[in-house]
């Protein structure tokens, strides 16, 4: 969840309960004024009753008055309520029941007692009552909402400068030799956090080519002295009498030196395509090269027993020969070494992608993990660097493919999509 949605979530929840809290305090205290109002009215008729009787020792005579009514009872026990209250009562005017609001008080004239109601119509107070409510909670409704959305475009745009900073960051590749310069901005934690993120980019920029430059000098510097013990070893298993005394000591020099020096060429090739040394625009014919390879490991496969299906279509894309060769070498050299005797292998290039199936011993492997370097699952037996797949990864990368690994029915499942190149440009 986005914060400035999150923010708004809480600041309209937070509104709505103020707003509904406030709206009905505002109508309990502005009845309660209103109905002081009245009684005040109430009371002064009261008075004015009372010093009308103190002066001529007798009730005042009852004048119609709209919206008023005065009624006198004798009585002969003190009341047994007085006061102010609110009653449903008939209005002759109206024609139907309304509310009433009532004061009742007694009054001794020339000794003798009498009950006074002098009520009022509560219908007008009532209908400000509502008008008011009304126009105030109208108010308060059109404020929050002008409000909301003032406070919507507003952090919509304070937010602006964070959203593009991160989508440089999102498309920012260590690879592209690119510095990362996110522009200033007038918020002063934005513009502080644009400095830390080109600060660290650069950081990490330099160590980057720092760390490839070594890769590329050390593999570099490891082809002379292996090919001297390459051939020192190989003077060595000439010499028949060194062979027949140390002849297992030199097979094990002999694979390992042979591993070392395939980590190497791999190490190379990866700095290689990481500088873009090799041009994409050759034409070539993906399906022929895709038989060459097959052909090239017909052995193997009748040797291992290995089924083979095959769905070829002819595709032909600008790419480079020898990076299409690596990718479908590596594919194919993996379906083969890690299959077990009697699997099957499932090739397909159609629709302009390449999918290669294959039966294995080996377990689902870590998707997270598959294509990066060196990553190999704790159940591989057989000789390998842990460069292959992370090969073919980096040559999609630079070549704009998709490159995805499944699990299906027990199966490994690459696939290639070489023409997502050409439709997202």
Not at 297 to 324: D, Y
């Amino acid at each position: 969840m986005k914060l400035a949605t999150k923010y708004n979530r809480i600041t309209i929840a937070a509104s709505i309960f103020i707003f509904l809290v406030g709206s009905v305090a505002f109508y309990f205290v502005l009845k309660y004024i209103l109905l002081k109002q009245l009684d005040d009215t109430l009371r002064t008729e009261q008075q004015e009753i009372v010093q009308y009787t103190k002066e001529h020792h007798q009730l005042p005579e009852i004048l119609p008055a709209y919206g008023q009514k005065i009624v006198y009872k004798s009585v002969t026990d003190s009341l047994a309520f007085s006061g102010f209250r609110s009653v449903k009562q008939w209005s002759d005017h109206e024609k139907e029941l309304e509310w009433q609001r009532e004061l009742t008080f007694q009054i001794n004239v020339s000794g003798k007692p009498y009950e006074v109601i002098v009520s009022k119509s509560q219908v007008e107070t009532e209908d400000l009552l509502e008008l008011v409510i009304l126009v105030t909670v109208s108010m308060i409704a059109l404020i929050l909402l002008v409000g909301y959305l003032i406070n919507r475009t507003i952090l919509n745009r304070l937010w602006q400068p964070f959203y593009q900073s991160m989508i440089q960051v999102k498309t920012y590749n260590l690879s592209d030799h690119k510095t990362l310069n996110l522009p200033a901005t007038d918020i002063d934690e934005f513009s502080l956090l644009n400095q830390s993120l080109n600060s660290m980019t650069d950081r990490a920029q330099k160590d980057y080519s720092i760390l490839k430059e070594f890769t590329g000098n050390a593999a570099h510097e490891m082809q002379t002295p292996l090919a001297v013990i390459r051939s020192k070893l190989e003077m060595l298993m000439q010499n028949e009498r060194s062979l027949e005394h140390n002849a297992e000591p030199l097979l094990e020099m002999e694979h390992f030196v042979n591993k070392l020096s395939r980590l190497n060429q791999s190490l190379l090739l990866l700095t290689k395509i990481e500088v873009k040394r090799f041009e994409l625009d050759e034409e070539i014919q993906f399906d022929e090269i895709l038989k060459q390879k097959i052909n090239e490991l017909t052995e193997l496969i009748s040797a291992n027993h290995l089924v083979f299906k095959t769905e070829i279509e002819k595709l032909t894309i600008p790419f480079n020969r020898q990076l299409a060769e690596i990718i479908i070498g590596n594919l194919l050299n993996n379906a083969v070494r890690y299959n077990y005797s009697g699997g099957d292998i499932d090739i397909s290039l159609k629709e302009g992608s390449l999918v290669i199936s294959n039966t294995s011993s080996l377990p689902e492997l870590d998707k997270e993990k598959v294509f990066q370097r060196f990553y190999r699952h704790p159940d591989t037996k057989t000789d390998g660097n842990g460069l292959g797949l992370s090969i073919v990864r980096q040559i999609c990368e630079v070549a704009n493919f998709r490159c995805i690994y499944q699990y299906k029915n027990g199966r490994h499942v690459f696939v290639i999509r070489l023409l997502d190149r050409f439709s997202s440009q």
